[in-house]
């Protein structure tokens, strides 16, 4: 099993910036993408960005030159460093360990959520 906790979340002002964290602890050792995903009210959950054990990143367009995604594989944690941050970012933010191969999604983690709000 493994256990998702995140941090970081909040209110800021239009323009600023947030960094969330997400640590991971149990049985890491398959999980292959991490990544970061986002539901607004009324919305679906969205991909924001994730990152392979490779390094390779993928980002939303609409957060791209924005945001950046990083991995700390020692401390089985991500980061979500977010910029520029707009009031269309507020949304709870989710945390995502998966096993993924050859497009099939093996495991699949999920964090609590934590909340972003981006006030005008």
């Known amino acids: 099993q493994v256990q998702l906790v995140e941090s970081g979340g909040g209110l800021v002002q239009t323009g600023g910036s947030l960094r969330l964290s997400c640590a991971a602890s149990?049985?890491?050792?398959?999980?292959?993408?991490m990544g970061w995903y986002r539901q607004a009210p009324g919305k679906q959950r969205e991909l924001v960005a994730d990152?392979?054990?490779?390094?390779?990143?993928k980002y939303a367009d609409s957060v791209k030159g924005r945001f950046t995604i990083s991995r700390d594989n020692a401390k089985n944690t991500v980061y979500l460093q977010m910029n520029s941050l707009k009031p269309e970012d507020t949304a709870v933010y989710y945390c995502?360990?998966?096993?993924?191969?050859?497009?099939?999604?093996?495991?699949?983690?999920w964090g609590q959520g934590t909340q972003v709000t981006v006030s005008s």
């Open positions: 149990g049985n890491t050792l398959s999980l292959n993408f």
């Open positions: 995502n360990f998966k096993k993924k191969e050859g497009g099939f999604v093996f495991y699949d983690y």
């Open positions: 990152i392979s054990s490779g390094g390779s990143t």
